[in-house]
T-cell receptor
């Protein structure tokens, strides 16, 4: 059973560096979501795709953040010029489009910015 | 401004008894609600959902109740088991399904004591 996978699981970087995370959704799922979770909070929506089209971006997604899903399969989330406030768990989820299907989450990538 | 509120950060219950987790929301546009469970170092796992056209949905030991007029929902777990110990998140969508961006509460940590 191949669920949602994320790579890397942990990333430690210095302030000002760029980082990129990858998400591989469940194979038949055409919607892919990115969320961010900080300590003591629930996941907060960042952006989502249907196939390769980016449908919505949260105001939380500053200009330093960019997400892509070039072939409608895996997705990458890049953070440029990282800041200490970017330290969080970055969660990816995927779902089908139709019906009342739910979102299935990956294990997350924990980012620590020193 | 929190649109989904889980006002109890933690809850302790004896094994075999009922666990009741509560969630309130402020956005009257929310039409679909979900509960997720999260273990440490894992992504959230879907538990159960309910559409706003219903007031109850049951799946095994888990039942979700929705009171639209009060903008309140609750998750009942009967009987509670030690393996249920986790953080539980309430989430909401303004669509009639769970495959759109979700708004999460801050979570309630449930401890089931043997």
């Amino acid at each position: 059973d191949t669920g949602v996978s994320q790579d890397p699981r942990h990333k430690i970087t210095k302030r000002g560096q760029n980082v990129t995370f990858r998400c591989d959704p469940i194979s038949e799922h055409n919607r892919l979501y990115w969320y961010r979770q900080t300590l003591g909070q629930g996941p907060e929506f960042l952006t989502y795709f249907q196939n390769e089209a980016q449908l919505e971006k949260s105001r939380l997604l500053s200009d330093r953040f960019s997400a892509e899903r070039p072939k409608g399969s895996f997705s990458t989330l890049e953070i440029q010029r990282t800041e200490q406030g970017d330290s969080a768990m970055y969660l990816c989820a995927s779902s089908l489009t139709s019906g009342s299907d739910t979102q299935y989450f990956g294990p997350g990538t924990r980012l620590t910015v020193l | 401004d929190q649109q989904v509120k889980q006002n109890s950060p933690s809850l302790s219950v004896q094994e075999g008894r009922i666990s009741i987790l509560n969630c309130d929301y402020t956005n009257s546009m929310f039409d679909y609600f979900l509960w997720y469970k999260k273990y440490p170092a894992e992504g959230p796992t879907f538990l159960i959902s309910i559409s706003s056209i219903k007031d109850k949905n049951e799946d095994g030991r888990f039942t979700v109740f929705l009171n639209k007029s009060a903008k309140h929902l609750s998750l009942h777990i009967v009987p509670s088991q030690p393996g249920d110990s986790a953080v539980y998140f309430c989430a909401a969508s303004d669509a009639d399904s769970g495959n759109t961006p979700l708004v999460f509460g801050k979570g309630t940590r449930l401890s089931v004591i043997a």
